[in-house]
């Protein structure tokens, strides 16, 4: 987790080489790839070749007679030649070039990254569909590929099932108002005339769908896109994000449900720190200085949290009364007097929680068996809840819902993980726009 | 592949307990699941509780006085007890119960499922949110799940990253007339009220952000839902259906992509065919006798192809000259010539090709560098092309796309695997509404 300032708009490391070595595509004398350094001397070319298997080039040298007009920063390359062991400590081998070959220029007046300049993050994600040639979003990208993967790891290795929940759906959901609606151009959003003969939303959550599928698997979950038509430009919110939902069956505690939210969390982060570590790297250098990633939480309840807030000597703009929701300045606070650590908050008051929520009964406080996930920097990350399969004290809501407890219910519960926001927090990025390669928001809907 | 013919709407397995064996939610002396049989005797009641692992389910045997009024068929149980070994030789282990608790009551009026009844994949799909409970539908969701990892494996073996491309998206593709659009409700879909301010439409396909990425990146590939507004009822289209989809750079050859197509292919269903082999089996036993998967393939060109069809005595109902497409007729009849294996068609008419295909420039003929995957019973599996990256043979086209050439391009080409036709193909299934969780197409958003 972020423990000092970032510097967010401050210009990222340079456009060049990276650290050196050996590139993926480059066998013993031959490489392909793009130029990320070059330098035409008397008697010498020296040319970075990347292949984006990581941060780290290929150096190639070359007689100065072998230049050519059409090479350059950015364009792509076929070198053919010897690899040797370098002379220079600061990479192993290098590649002493017997024929070079431009597969495909690039003009350096038009190409937008120039080299040895800083770009900021700001600057690069206005060329959504060339910021991948970018040090930094390579890195992003290549963190986000490998945190997907261990994801889908953490859930296989403990007995989940993955559901594909679908992207269309007739539900509301929770009824929320920030719905995206969906027809075939020309349709009207009537009923009868419309595709699906029902008005048809993009999903918003697929925990609707993951709890059919609890009826027959005690442990399922999902990884896809999700949707909010919420008018807003601010740095922590998409229309469409990558959301992880998880249901576990025959269980009745919440504890358990925050056993598995806290191993998710720190098997993904250990193994994103372990393959990505130059990558990573890049971001705590140079994006969010001092950054750090505690993998280790700490519980508390609402209760307590109240306790903490009102027992503290920082003036809050909203109050802080047992019944009151939590506010950002509250969340953070608790991060921060926790030692900035991610901090599971449970128990909430049951008129703060959706009616799925489990209710614990527990007069005259009542509360609900919900539990969220703070972390530094980003707020909430996580937000889950036993279910209330009790049928009679559901009675009196949903149609379907009521259903599925009908026949051989179980205790259950789930939660779900903002994918962006969980990459944010390892990485110390402020604007969720850099953390998705291809950002939808309110005015913006690029390529 | 299929071989044989098959039974659609015959009845499935009986709802039971599959093969006996022990269940993963199952300790030495617990057991928490669902009651997939339920025979009470005059000493004795013999149980068989299922927890969602595998088809196979745990024999319990209890005192006759332990009944319960509640406990039958489809009714949540935790039983405890002693774990013996089983005096019968179908099953290694059974539980002695000491005590049973209904977790979850299950009315046997009520349930769509009978004990001991044989339901068709058409009747169970009629009850979307309880289908997961049958012996087949769990099957296929654990088959699904297998198969997804063995998809995100394979490319993570073989270098490819993970890209997730966007499901609203601004770019209308090939310009295909079957596109959803999407707005808020109540929006109208003008242009600059709207909440996008462009017109945005759900991914037809993910091609052109991969090819975005192809800039930097080697290897890339997406795993993710796709859409088509088709006005279709048919066994063979969804309007949501998962797509895995790849994009090679530095290759100017076509069969590079073939070698990835057919590697993917045999490399899922190898993993598939071991890790499921149980689930498959149902499959193969009850729903497509004599169905068999063979993941070796075959190709040919398409100039070969017309050959095959012009010189077969059959009667087809579309002229097979060369140039004119390949329809159902003749993809079946070529499944068929080549032994009901997997094949390869390539280098088709270039006019019967997207702009973005290579040109192969061998006039007079005048192919495209494209090649689809044709499967017994599915028809085209997967499709793909080397692309244009020749900035003069694509200037009379597309705006971004152009300027994807511009800086540093190389030559590289990609394709699109059909996941559920991918599952049909390989378990024998008919309708490719059993292959998914939650089917959407024309008039139909259940839930």
Chains 1, 2 share one sequence.
């Not at 040298?61 to 059409?70: F, K, S, V």
């Not at 609890?214 to 601010?234: C, H, K, M």
């Not at 920097?377 to 009521?402: F, H």
């Amino acid at each position: 987790m972020r423990l000092s300032g970032r510097c967010q708009t401050a210009p990222l490391p340079e456009e060049g080489p990276g650290a050196q070595g050996c590139a993926c595509l480059s066998t013993e004398d031959h490489s392909l790839g793009w130029v990320r350094s070059f330098r035409p001397q008397k008697q010498n070319l020296f040319l970075h070749v990347n292949d984006g298997s990581s941060l780290k080039s290929l150096q190639v040298i070359a007689p100065a007679g072998m230049n050519d007009p059409l090479l350059g920063f950015g364009c792509a390359v076929e070198v053919k030649g010897i690899l040797k062991k370098s002379p220079h400590s600061k990479q192993p081998v290098e590649l002493e070039a017997e024929q070079i070959r431009v597969i495909g220029e690039c003009n350096p007046v038009d190409f937008p990254f120039k080299i040895k300049e800083r770009h900021s993050l700001e600057y690069i994600r206005q060329f959504l569909h060339l910021r991948c040639r970018t040090n930094a979003f390579s890195s992003l990208l290549r963190i986000r590929s490998e945190a997907t993967a261990a994801v889908h790891s953490y859930f296989k290795n403990n007995g989940f099932l993955l559901i594909h929940t679908p992207t269309i759906t007739s539900n509301d959901c929770e009824g929320a108002g920030e719905l995206f609606q969906v027809e075939p151009p020309g349709t009207t959003f009537a009923n009868e005339g419309s595709f699906f003969s029902v008005p048809v939303y993009l999903t918003v959550s697929g925990q609707l769908h993951l709890e059919v599928m609890s009826g027959a698997f005690p442990r399922v979950y999902t990884f896809g896109p999700t949707f909010r038509a919420e008018n807003s430009q601010s740095r922590r919110h998409l229309a469409e994000f990558f959301m992880v939902e998880a249901e576990i069956s025959f269980t009745e505690s919440i504890e358990d449900l925050t056993k598995v939210m806290e191993e998710l969390f720190r098997s993904v982060t250990e193994s994103v720190l372990a393959h990505c570590e130059e990558d990573v790297d890049l971001f705590h250098k140079y994006v969010a200085p001092g950054h750090r990633v505690s993998p280790e939480g700490h519980s508390i309840t609402y209760t307590e949290a109240i306790d903490i807030l009102k027992r503290s000597s920082e003036t809050f703009t909203f109050p802080t009364d047992w019944g009151c929701d939590l506010m950002t300045e509250h969340e953070k606070f608790l991060v921060k007097h926790c030692g900035n650590i991610p901090v599971f908050v449970t128990d909430y008051p049951y008129d703060l929680k959706p009616f799925y929520a489990r209710d614990n009964q527990d007069h005259p406080k009542h509360t609900a068996a919900a539990v969220d996930l703070l972390v530094p920097g980003v707020g909430e990350l996580c937000g889950g809840s036993l279910r209330e399969e009790r049928l009679d004290l559901l009675r009196s809501r949903l149609g379907e819902y009521l259903d599925l407890r009908r026949f051989g219910s179980v205790p259950h519960g789930g939660f779900g993980l903002g994918f962006e926001r969980y990459l944010q927090c390892i990485l110390g990025v402020d604007n969720i726009k850099d953390v998705i390669p291809f950002p939808r928001f309110s005015h913006s809907c690029l390529l």
